[in-house]
Antibody, heavy 124, light 109 residues
């Protein structure tokens, strides 16, 4: 059974660093992309970025480039999303999800399995 | 401001048919397939439609999708109370990343 289990809720102060995790199981981790999605309070879903677990190729949405870092540790089938200096505006629910390619050519992807979400609260 | 544009809200009564639109551009919807996700509060989003009009197994055939040019639509027929949720369109963008719509909150009256 495919599962993505995320780390627990975090409460941090502005300026602090943070790394949240997403542990995958039930499939060949290095054959898939993993993505991160943000949902700010009362707002919609936003695509943060994706990482290919096999070679760590990473792509960030323009709004998040330079603001966060996505990484993986293949040895423990875990993806990470980290901040070096949190801001109050980083307060949100963050989801990880597995990106499935369903065709042999072209950009045909969808998120098929999701983590339960990690709530990050940044407040002084 | 989301890359894909959706109406913020939609509503209908039980049994009705409702549609939710999603407008993009030539770099996303115009050249790539569209997916739709259903998001209930307190849960992870769920894939509803992929490749414009394909339903994953387990999704009722009350849900259907279509695409024309740079726009897409999600239709829900035989509306039920449990369909009350937020709905998001998504597509790949030629910038080699994905984009979501702003989301549509569906209310079943």
């Amino acid at each position: 059974e495919v599962q993505l289990v995320q780390s627990g809720a975090e409460v941090k102060k502005p300026g602090e660093s943070l790394k949240i995790s997403c542990k995958a199981s039930g499939y060949s981790f290095t054959n898939y992309w993993i993505g991160w999605v943000r949902q700010m309070p009362g707002k919609g879903l936003e695509w943060v970025g994706i990482i290919y677990s096999g070679d760590s190729e990473t792509r960030y949405s323009p709004s998040f480039q330079g603001q966060v870092t996505i990484s993986v540790d293949k040895s423990i089938s875990t993806a990470y999303l980290q901040w070096s200096s949190l801001k109050a505006s980083d307060t949100a629910m963050y989801y990880c999800a597995r990106l499935l390619r369903y065709c042999s050519g072209g950009s045909c992807y969808y998120f098929d399995y999701w983590g339960q979400g990690t709530l990050v609260t940044v407040s002084s | 401001q989301s890359v894909l544009t959706q109406p913020p809200s939609a509503s209908g009564t039980p049994g009705q048919r409702v549609t939710i639109s999603c407008s993009g551009s030539s770099s996303n919807i115009g050249s790539n397939p569209v997916n739709w996700y259903q998001h209930l509060p307190g849960t992870a989003p769920k894939l509803l439609i992929y490749s414009n009009n394909q339903r994953p197994s387990g999704v009722p055939d009350r849900f259907s999708g279509s695409k024309s040019g740079t726009s897409a639509s999600l239709a829900i027929s035989g509306l039920q109370s449990e369909d009350e949720a937020d709905y998001y369109c998504a597509a790949w963008d030629d910038s080699l990343n994905g984009v979501f719509g702003g989301g549509t909150k569906l209310t079943v009256l």
